[in-house]
């Protein structure tokens, strides 16, 4: 059903962008080679003009929308809602990254760091899989090393580096700094 | 008895052996860093931060029932988070919107 989504929207895009109303069923025949299979429009259900596709992409659309609503990780159950609860930490990452880095604690992203990297894998492991939280923590890992990376520039730890290889590149005495 | 409890815990579809044990070992760092929070000065705490936390906290106490495995120690841990969060936002409101109204009738 995810698949099907994805690729209905792909199409719409394709057909409006291009004006290719005219390609239908060779799009359709070069989404079959490409292993894309939609059993349904292959069969003698396909329509047969652009009104009666763009009908059909609606009411697929729609159908793919209830079933969202109704799986068993969707937002009638604390599976959907307890990853968007934990975007908050994303949101505070990100409003974070444009503070001075001075004022990133090494410690506290250190540990988001770990533990975003640890929800990954438990998101994979728990039933039901929850993609959802593999999005967040992914994002959340992105963006805590990145605010890691800040406050290690800022406290020299990288900065040090560069210093200690221009000296040997250039044979400069240590006393000089 | 006792060897044999410390096994089935040891062995537990939520234990030591598994990513669902330490997942929520490492979320109680979160927890004990806002603990250790609760000397800073109110004017230090970040409102979407602590509303982020406690929202989570009590979310998750809910998520850590219904999922497989049950995880107690999840559980624990977003409750500890979620009362943390609730106080350090006591703890702002109060100093943002009632200290003021304290200290007028100290005044006069």
């Not at chain 1, 069923?25 to 059993?39: D, E, M, T, V």
């Not at chain 1, 999005?135 to 990145?146: F, G, I, K, P, R």
């Amino acid at each position: 059903m995810k698949n099907k989504f994805i690729l209905f929207s792909f199409l719409i895009r394709l057909i409006f962008i291009s004006g290719l109303n005219s390609e239908i069923p060779s799009l359709l025949a070069i989404c079959s080679l490409l292993g894309l299979h939609l059993p349904t429009i292959h069969s003698h259900h396909c329509p047969s003009s652009h009104a009666a596709l763009l009908r059909y992409i609606a009411k697929s659309m729609a159908s793919a929308f209830r079933a969202f609503l109704n799986s068993p990780v969707g937002p009638k159950t604390t599976h959907f809602w307890g990853p968007i609860a934990n975007w908050g930490f994303v949101i505070a990452g990100l409003v974070d990254t444009q503070k001075p880095p001075e004022m990133i604690s090494g410690n506290m992203t250190g540990a988001m760091c770990v533990y975003s990297g640890l929800f990954m894998r438990f998101a994979w492991m728990v039933q039901p899989r929850n993609y959802l939280l593999l999005v967040c923590h992914a994002s959340n890992e992105t963006v805590q090393l990145y605010q890691l990376s800040r406050w290690a520039k800022a406290q020299g730890y990288l900065q040090k580096k560069e210093t200690d290889a221009e000296k040997l590149i250039t044979n400069n005495p240590r006393n000089q700094d | 008895m006792a060897a044999s409890k410390i096994q089935a815990l040891w062995n537990h579809p939520a234990g030591p052996k598994t990513i669902h044990f330490w997942a929520p070992t490492f979320k109680w760092g979160i927890s004990i860093a806002n603990i250790a929070d609760f000397s800073k000065p109110p004017e230090k705490l970040s409102y979407p931060q602590q509303i982020a936390v406690t929202c989570t906290g009590i979310i998750w106490s809910r998520y850590s029932t219904v999922i497989t495995p049950k995880n107690w120690n999840l559980f624990s841990v977003n409750v500890a988070m979620g009362a943390t969060g609730i106080y350090q936002l006591y703890r702002k409101i109060q100093h943002d919107y009632f200290s003021e109204a304290q200290e007028l009738p100290a005044n006069e």
